[in-house]
């Protein structure tokens, strides 16, 4: 096991060769622990700086058949609540607003 996780660069196609469905209402914001105050507050990713949110998706490969097709999987925020443009995984600005989707730990 490797301390405090690995960040591992993936294509989407990699991952979900024949896509996948968001689930509805399945977005929900990552909280962290804090043991000293007993309370938990927002995730961020820690290269990035980003929030982190976590989606279940439906993966629509075919040969899974019967197996479970669902599977969690978290992302960053591309855009603060200021409505700030985001930058890509190189720092660029994107003018749509995202920046793709770059998988956290």
Do not use: W
């Not at 996780?5 to 469905?21: K, S």
């Amino acid at each position: 096991m490797i301390k405090g996780g690995a960040r591992i660069r993936v294509q989407f196609a990699d991952v979900f060769p024949a896509g996948c469905v968001l689930v509805p209402d399945s977005i929900a914001e990552v909280q962290d622990y804090d043991e000293l105050t007993k309370s938990r507050k927002p995730s961020f990713d820690k290269v990035t700086g980003r929030r982190v949110y976590q989606v279940r998706v439906m993966d629509a490969d075919p040969e899974l058949g019967a197996q479970s097709r669902e599977v969690a999987v978290k992302i960053l925020a591309v855009e603060d609540a200021r409505g700030d443009r985001a930058e890509d995984t190189e720092g660029h600005a994107n003018p749509e607003g995202h920046a793709g989707g770059t998988p956290t730990e």
